[in-house]
T-cell receptor, first 114, second 116 residues
């Protein structure tokens, strides 16, 4: 069955430190992979996506993610975290080709210490 | 970018009443919209796919008679929670496929439903 796992429910990092949020997926075909960010009470905002090609994907707000097929992973990284990055982060896999259905991971809450 | 709006942003209702949530694409035509539900501190779960001019497709375990979806125009889909109960309290989010790429979705800001 298709699934997305985010092993870390909650992560705390200091402002200016580097960040890596983990995401593992289970999907039979070539996955469409997404990272979204959700601030409290807000809708989801797309950070970046991977469909094909270069496995290192650049997104908005200085985020990047690397697709590793051998590890079924799509980890999100940022070299230097800002206090405004504190939010909920969701990894998702798009299923069914162009149908647009998304399966989401459980989410990782990022807290940033001053 | 494309904008999806939802109305209301939050609603409180009594148990047994029905609540309608609207999802609009503001600057593009949306033939396909999706409805998700997010319980507190949990992830989003797809409820149904809403297609303009046809019946919605519900995910397994979602009661179609309880969660009525109508996609009567290219810019509006509605979700009606009928005979709401406290366990229906959740954050309901609609999304629309991008008019440019079927592989991207635009998310509405969500509607917080609280059933007393």
């Amino acid at each position: 069955a298709q699934s997305v796992t985010q092993p870390d429910i909650h992560i705390t990092v200091s402002e200016g430190a580097s960040l890596e949020l983990r995401c593992n997926y289970s999907y039979g075909a070539t996955p469409y992979l997404f990272w979204y960010v959700q601030s409290p009470g807000q809708g989801l905002q797309l950070l970046l996506k991977y469909f094909s090609g270069d496995t290192l994907v650049q997104g908005i707000k200085g985020f990047e993610a690397e697709f590793k097929r051998s590890q079924s992973s799509f980890n999100l990284r940022k070299p230097s975290v800002h206090w405004s990055d504190a939010a909920e982060y969701f990894c998702a896999v798009g299923t069914g080709g162009n149908t647009g259905k998304l399966i989401f991971g459980q989410g990782t809450t990022l807290q940033v210490k001053p | 970018g494309a904008v999806v709006s939802q109305h209301p942003s939050w609603v409180i209702c009594k148990s047994g009443t029905s609540v309608k949530i609207e999802c609009r694409s503001l600057d593009f035509q949306a033939t396909t919209m999706f409805w998700y539900r997010q319980f507190p501190k949990q992830s989003l779960m797809l409820m149904a796919t809403s297609n303009e001019g046809s019946k919605a497709t519900y995910e397994q375990g979602v009661e179609k008679d309880k969660f009525l979806i109508n996609h009567a125009s290219l810019t509006l889909s509605t979700l009606t929670v009928t005979s709401a109960h406290p366990e229906d309290s959740s954050f309901y989010i609609c999304t629309s496929l991008s008019p440019v790429s079927d592989d991207e979705q635009f998310f509405g800001p969500g509607t917080r439903l609280t059933v007393l």
